[in-house]
């Protein structure tokens, strides 16, 4: 019976891998580049091995510093941590610093793998499809113009609870904070820890770089 064990794994785990390559430039000189795969550094790892690594992810949306548009990417629901089910044990006592994977967690020196229970493995499993679904939501709301949202559209898009992070312009610049209402067309109220204090600031909508 196969059993899930978990691995420790990079920050850029989730990030498109790159390749490597030559071009050739004018009088035989050769220039040393590379490029984004369209497929992540772990991605890889997994196929190259012929296993299924399970990283727990979810989709965020963050404006881009330079473009200001709104974008989305992938990132891990559980930093650092991943899991996988080979057909034995030994099927990956080799997989420590491969690109994407930093280790497999055990006990402690000399001692088995950590085996995941696969009741646990399930929560995570539907954990991630409810957030999931909840990003699907989001992204329809997204598709509105904010601009020309009312202040009823824009409680959707932040809902109490929600996870923001704060951009430049604002004092609390590249904190997080947590939505608790909308008070108006174009701001929110919101609680950030501020020198291990608990502090409520109105945030402008343009000063809101990431939602979770």
């Known amino acids: 019976m196969k059993h899930w064990y978990a691995l ?4 850029d785990a989730l990030q498109p891998a790159r390749q490597r390559y030559v071009e050739a430039g004018p009088q035989g ?8 795969l369209s497929i992540s550094v ?10 299924d690594i399970y990283v727990p992810s979810e989709t965020i949306t963050f404006i881009h510093r330079r473009t200001k548009k709104r974008m989305t990417k992938e990132v891990q629901l559980l930093p650092g941590y991943a899991f ?3 057909e034995s044990v030994t099927d990956y006592q080799n997989l ?7 280790g497999i967690m055990t006990g402690g ?21 409810k957030i999931h679904q909840e990003y699907l939501k989001l992204r329809e709301i997204l598709a509105w113009d904010e601009e020309k949202m009312t202040k ?4 959707q898009l932040y809902k ?5 992070t704060i951009r430049a312009g604002h004092p609390l610049a590249g904190m997080e904070a947590v939505v608790e209402a909308v008070t108006g067309r174009k701001e929110v109220k919101a609680v950030a820890e501020y020198l291990g204090k608990q502090i409520n600031t109105n945030i402008r909508i343009d000063q809101i770089e990431e939602i979770r």
């Open 8 to 11: 420790q794994i990079t920050s």
């Open 29 to 36: 000189r050769r220039t040393f580049k590379s490029r984004d």
């Open 42 to 51: 772990i991605d890889q790892t997994s196929d190259r091995l012929g296993l």
């Open 84 to 86: 996988i089910k080979p």
């Open 96 to 102: 420590n610093h491969l690109p994407g994977i930093s």
């Open 109 to 129: 020196p000399g001692k088995p793998p950590t085996c995941v229970p696969d009741t646990e493995v399930q929560k995570l499993f539907e954990a991630e499809a």
């Open 152 to 155: 009823k559209q824009l409680a």
């Open 160 to 164: 109490p609870g929600t996870r923001i």
